[in-house]
């Protein structure tokens, strides 16, 4: 086994093997880009060495740099994590020829395996089944809109050496065939360095169904079940469970037997994921398709850890070092269900944008980290149920240069049903302030109706937007009563033993008034507070008015009781300070909203008013502008495709004008907030 070994990646998934190095007693060495100078994963590792810039093509894609890094410490072996360069055939034949271990599949199966077309080609004589489909290697955008014409609408465009949601479009319609392929190259060379694409049949109602696979260098093999990654957001999942619900024994075999034949046809060792497009057909059957094989560890690794009871990442390292298998096909087992969820800083009610800044508060639910836990055995114990995957603490900052994704939450319990309302419930722990999160949209998705019911397939989050988008979980009465309540409790904190530093409104004569202005979901909004001679409290929002009584709670999460208008509400609140105003992040069982108090005084003179300007939604690269100077344009029509963690965005029109003037380049790095084009509208 080895001694020491270094991990190519950044965040989470660097934390993830190290966890399971140190306990196999194996020293680890972290690399770090500047961004992540003081990032987790550095002071996880027993090393770290700096490798480059912030951006991934300066520091986590310079392999040159991580094979010194790894000869300079002593290091034997190198785990690629995920992402970056773990699926680049160059980087492991250049640890194979450096001396050094790659702690994934040979050089050739990645090869193999990592242009979509070729690998389908080599399926198909394995026997393994494919979606119809366009693989071939002639480029033109005329024959390309000729096979997706052929093959008929909708398609689906696919990088060729692509993975993880990136250079990716579905075409509906064949006048939108050019403007999709056009983005999807663009996607794909920057993520890839490769443009080369695919078209594929898109698949109505389908479910994404993966298989985990592995194979050591004794030509053993097996699969450690599947994994249902259904719910999806701009082709990248958003919640995985395992098993797949509703799968048949027959069903698992059969698509567990195509997954090793394909990792056979390339001589495959290690862990990798055979990916299938499943059809759903009317009479309740399902047909698989052979989709990818992604040759690394998955993200959603710990779901198949959960319900095993085994340690991926242990395996990886007992197989690169030569060891047989741990486990043969027969002594594998399937124990209770289990799901994951994909903390992200993004506003999932504007179209999923990513968003940065700094994680001023970061409360997580009571678990486990990294390590999986074990299945029920003979002596009842049931394990861990809940454990969190991340590569972040409170305080650090999510910079523009990587993947969104903050935090991997993961649950196990013996049925789907005790796994989804644990799921639910550590989601209402989750308390993140400081940048925008989809926390509470997982939350109306694990309770939407399709996801409850196990009504999967990969347009679950469309067919359910009325629940899952733009929903408010407490409402303004109860959320304004709450701000007031946590206000009045600061104060009575800063009273002094003086009877004249006393805040609770008590006077002689008359009966004291308070008016609170809020905005509200972008609404103004107010409240109206009297204090009463005998001490109580009567608060009017809009036309809701009662008795306001509150209290704090005992409790480590340092929640406050609400009683108003005959509604309870037992929530935490965290208040985030601007020059302006105050921002309070609301936190319940219900769910989490924020309202932010206003400050008459401190607005006084400012002016909000501003009239055709388009600025930047977050912070990242300009990639192109779709108009000039002069231009007449609608409203809806595309100005510009901005680019931050690993996507495209598109910057649309919000009214009809005249593009005056165009403020960047393409190429150019702009802050979020940045004016990128000015029209007269």
């Known amino acids: 086994m080895f001694k020491k070994i270094l991990i190519a990646n950044r965040g989470e998934i660097a934390c993830r093997v190290a966890a399971t190095a140190r306990r196999m007693a194996i020293k680890t060495v972290a690399v770090y880009s500047d961004a992540d100078d003081s990032a987790r994963h550095v002071r996880f590792c027993d090393e770290a060495v700096h490798i480059g810039g912030s951006a991934p093509k300066d520091s986590y894609l310079r392999w040159e740099r991580i094979i010194a890094a790894a000869k300079a410490t002593g290091a034997q072996a190198i785990h690629p994590g995920y992402g970056f360069l773990s699926e680049n055939e160059e980087f492991a034949q250049a640890c194979l020829d450096a001396g050094l271990v790659f702690i994934g599949p040979p050089a050739s199966a990645i090869k193999a395996m990592g242009l979509k077309a070729e690998s389908k080609q080599l399926m198909e004589k394995a026997g393994v089944p494919l979606v119809p489909g366009y693989h071939g290697s002639d480029q033109a955008p005329a024959l390309l809109q000729r096979e997706a014409d052929r093959i008929g609408y909708p398609v689906l465009i696919k990088a060729s050496a692509g993975g993880g949601g990136k250079g990716m479009r579905a075409v509906s319609r064949p006048e939108d065939f050019d403007a999709a392929l056009a983005s999807c190259k663009r996607e794909a060379i920057t993520s890839f360095g490769d443009d080369a694409v695919l078209v594929e049949k898109y698949a109505q109602r389908p479910r994404h169904i993966e298989i985990q696979v592995f194979g050591d260098s004794h030509g053993n093999y097996v699969y450690?079940?599947?994994?249902?990654?259904?719910?999806?957001?701009?082709?990248?999942?958003?919640?995985?469970?395992?098993?797949?619900?509703?799968?048949?024994?027959?069903?698992?075999e059969q698509m567990g037997q195509a997954a090793v034949a394909a990792a056979r046809a390339v001589n495959y060792v290690g862990a990798g994921t055979v990916e299938f497009i499943v059809e759903q057909r009317a009479d309740g059957s399902m047909n698989f398709f052979f989709m990818e094989m992604n040759t690394r560890l998955q993200v959603e690794h710990p779901v198949t850890e959960a319900i095993t009871g085994l340690d991926l990442v242990e395996w990886q390292l007992r197989v690169a070092s030569g060891e047989p298998l741990p486990l043969r096909q027969e002594q594998l087992r399937i124990n209770g269900h289990?799901?994951?969820?994909?903390?992200?800083?993004?506003?999932?009610?504007?179209?999923?944008?990513?968003?940065?800044?700094?994680?001023?508060?970061?409360?997580?639910?009571?678990?486990?980290?990294?390590?999986?836990?074990?299945?029920?055995?003979?002596?009842?114990?049931?394990?861990?149920?809940?454990?969190?995957?991340?590569?972040?603490?409170?305080?650090?900052?999510?910079?523009?240069?990587?993947?969104?994704?903050?935090?991997?939450?993961?649950?196990?319990?013996?049925?789907?049903?005790?796994?989804?309302?644990?799921?639910?419930?550590?989601?209402?722990?989750?308390?993140?302030?400081?940048?925008?999160?989809?926390?509470?949209?997982?939350?109306?998705?694990?309770?939407?109706?399709?996801?409850?019911?196990?009504?999967?397939?990969?347009?679950?989050?469309?067919?359910?937007?009325?629940?899952?988008?733009?929903?408010?979980?407490?409402?303004?009465?109860?959320?304004?009563?709450?701000?007031?309540?946590?206000?009045?409790?600061?104060?009575?904190?800063?009273?002094?033993?003086?009877?004249?530093?006393?805040?609770?409104?008590?006077?002689?004569?008359?009966?004291?008034?308070?008016?609170?202005?809020?905005?509200?979901?972008?609404?103004?909004?107010?409240?109206?507070?009297?204090?009463?001679?005998?001490?109580?409290?009567?608060?009017?929002?809009?036309?809701?008015?009662?008795?306001?009584?509150?209290?704090?709670?005992?409790?480590?999460?340092?929640?406050?009781?609400?009683?108003?208008?005959?509604?309870?509400?037992?929530?935490?609140?965290?208040?985030?300070?601007?020059?302006?105003?105050?921002?309070?992040?609301?936190?319940?069982?219900?769910?989490?909203?924020?309202?932010?108090?206003?400050?008459?005084?401190?607005?006084?003179?400012?002016?909000?008013a501003e009239t055709g300007r388009l600025t930047a939604p977050m912070p990242g690269k300009v990639v192109s502008f779709a108009v000039s100077v002069g231009d007449k344009v609608g409203k809806g029509q595309t100005l510009a495709v901005m680019e931050a963690m690993k996507m495209e965005h598109t910057i649309a029109a919000p009214a009809d004008g005249i593009v005056q003037e165009l403020l960047y380049s393409p190429g150019d790095q702009v802050a979020e907030g940045a004016e990128l084009l000015k029209m007269a509208l």
């Open 224 to 252: 450690l079940f599947e994994r249902d990654c259904s719910v999806q957001r701009r082709h990248q999942k958003v919640l995985e469970e395992a098993p797949a619900p509703g799968m048949t024994p027959a069903m698992r």
């Open 338 to 608: 289990a799901i994951e969820a994909r903390i992200c800083a993004e506003n999932p009610d504007n179209n999923f944008l990513p968003v940065t800044g700094t994680l001023q508060v970061l409360r997580l639910p009571p678990c486990v980290a990294f390590l999986p836990p074990l299945p029920q055995g003979e002596d009842g114990g049931r394990g861990q149920p809940i454990r969190v995957d991340s590569g972040i603490r409170e305080g650090d900052a999510v910079s523009p240069f990587y993947d969104s994704m903050l935090a991997k939450l993961i649950v196990h319990g013996q049925t789907r049903e005790e796994a989804l309302a644990r799921l639910d419930a550590a989601l209402a722990q989750t308390r993140i302030v400081g940048l925008n999160t989809n926390v509470q949209f997982l939350r109306y998705v694990v309770r939407s109706s399709s996801f409850a019911q196990a009504n999967l397939d990969t347009a679950l989050i469309q067919r359910e937007e009325t629940v899952v988008f733009n929903q408010e979980p407490i409402g303004l009465a109860m959320t304004a009563a709450t701000a007031v309540a946590q206000a009045l409790l600061g104060e009575q904190a800063s009273e002094g033993a003086d009877p004249f530093s006393r805040r609770d409104g008590w006077q002689l004569h008359g009966v004291t008034q308070r008016r609170f202005e809020f905005e509200f979901h972008g609404e103004p909004a107010r409240a109206d507070l009297r204090y009463l001679h005998d001490g109580a409290l009567w608060l009017e929002v809009g036309e809701v008015s009662g008795p306001l009584v509150f209290s704090r709670v005992e409790d480590a999460q340092g929640n406050i009781d609400v009683h108003f208008a005959g509604q309870r509400l037992t929530a935490a609140v965290y208040r985030q300070s601007s020059q302006l105003d105050e921002v309070d992040h609301v936190f319940s069982e219900r769910g989490a909203t924020q309202i932010t108090t206003i400050d008459s005084l401190a607005h006084a003179g400012q002016s909000h």
